[in-house]
């Protein structure tokens, strides 16, 4: 069984492990968060480019008569 120190060492070192953690999960969410923004300008910016229109194709050519 473990003493009362070694269990208040243990509890310790597992709430500084979820703090650091929590601290990665704020930034990740930033990180998502900017990235979202970004994704967003971008998709605004080609749909208001000029979509690029058809190229009429080329008239076929006759075929050579056949003898």
């Known amino acids: 069984m473990a003493s009362a120190k070694q269990l208040e060492n ?3 070192r597992k709430k500084d492990k979820i703090a650091k953690l929590q601290k990665e999960i704020k930034t990740e969410e930033a990180a998502i968060a900017k990235l ?3 994704l967003a300008v971008a998709k605004k910016k080609e749909a208001e480019k000029p979509k690029p229109k058809a190229k009429a194709k080329a008239a076929a050519k006759p075929k050579a ?3």
Do not use: H, S
Request: glycine share 0%.
């Open 36 to 38: 979202e923004k970004d």
């Open 65 to 67: 008569p056949t003898k």
């Open 10 to 12: 243990n509890i310790k």
